[in-house]
């Protein structure tokens, strides 16, 4: 895998091939020392011309615990602030040995323009880019629904029958646009709920439901319930009444929680607006994943970071441990 950009480009094997690699680096993390050596000497690069401080992180953590030399570079406050274009950046990074760049833009499609480009020799991880794609989120989020529903077990399974609501701000939501594609790639059935405002053009194309209602929505006991964080810095227009309107038609508040089935997964990419799309009580309840899925998006940032700068290809025929050099001494 040479860059990460989309998770329409992934196959159900390569999918379910990178949830098993970060598995062996979940269990990297249970160790007294933490730490791989198999990026020593490689250079990554956090390039965000959009805050986010989470996401930022997750990928500084992933690339140190591999053992990476990290840069982080902000767009603020910057050259780029002052004029100067995404090519003269990347060669800039070029220039300095970049051996890999993680980038997250505010325009959809950057991340293509930077791996087609030519203008630098580099891994290209797409972290967020406009309202296109969000792929690290999505693995992250199928590799906690994984292990939430399969346990011990997870280790080379897909979502085969599972069933996702995804509630919210889909207009603007790259998260939801990554996890209808892997989702519906591991067999799961995706359904999205949400106000007709917030919902993209041509989504009928989508392979995935579509839903106003969400009480209705969660009479058949989903397995899992993600809800979106309002993305109130995208709208330029009104796109629902009130917060209160808002709130009370699609947020999930207490008594929607009550009405889950006990074993139902409640899920949130974060940040969220607590009292908005998700109340507190569901967000610190016990069936809420949030910080596992911040936790687990290390782990697979880990196995994005190591395949992209590893050269390994997925292949369904070989097994994880293969696939950490074909060997799986840098684990021991």
């Known amino acids: 895998m040479r860059h990460l950009l989309s998770t329409r480009d992934l196959s159900r094997d390569e999918a379910i091939g990178i949830l098993d690699i970060a598995e062996d680096m979940a269990d990297v993390a249970g160790r007294a020392v933490p730490k791989l050596p198999a990026l020593r000497g490689r250079t990554v690069v956090n390039l965000f011309f959009e805050d986010s401080t989470r996401t930022r992180i997750s990928f500084e953590a992933a690339a140190k615990l591999l053992s990476a030399d990290v840069i982080n570079f902000s767009a603020k406050g910057s050259i780029v602030s002052k004029g100067e274009s995404l090519k003269d950046t990347a060669q800039t990074l070029a220039a300095i040995g970049a051996d890999a760049v993680v980038i997250r833009h505010g325009a959809s499609g950057a991340p293509q323009v930077l791996a087609d480009s030519g203008w630098i020799d580099a891994a290209i991880v797409n972290a967020g880019d406009g309202t296109h794609e969000h792929p690290t989120q999505a693995l992250l989020d199928a590799f906690t629904i994984r292990r939430r529903i399969h346990g011990a077990a997870a280790r080379g399974r897909a979502l085969?029958?599972?069933s996702v609501v995804i509630v919210g701000d889909i207009l603007h939501s790259r998260v939801a646009?990554?996890?209808v594609w892997l989702l519906t790639t591991l067999g799961a059935r995706v359904e999205f709920v949400a106000p007709a405002t917030l919902l993209p053009i041509g989504i009928g194309d989508w392979p995935v439901a579509v839903h106003h209602d969400l009480d209705a929505a969660l009479v058949s006991k989903p397995d899992v319930v993600m809800m979106l964080r309002i993305q109130s810095e995208r709208m330029h227009d009104s796109f629902f009444p009130?917060?209160?309107?808002y709130s009370r038609e699609w947020g999930l508040g207490d008594d929607r929680l009550a009405a889950l089935a006990?074993?139902?997964?409640?899920m949130h990419p974060g940040p969220m607006n607590r009292g908005l799309e998700i109340s507190s009580g569901a967000a610190d309840s016990p069936r809420s994943t949030v910080?596992?899925?911040v936790a687990?998006?290390?782990s697979v940032r880990m196995a994005v970071l190591y395949l992209a700068l590893s050269g390994n290809k997925l292949s369904g025929s070989e097994s994880p441990g293969s696939k950490l050099s074909g060997t799986k001494e840098e684990l021991a």
Not at 262 to 266: L, T, W
């Open 160 to 162: 085969d029958g599972v």
């Open 242 to 245: 009130s917060a209160h309107e």
């Open 262 to 266: 006990p074993d139902s997964i409640v």
């Open 177 to 179: 646009r990554s996890n």
């Open 296 to 298: 687990n998006g290390v």
């Open 291 to 293: 910080l596992e899925q």
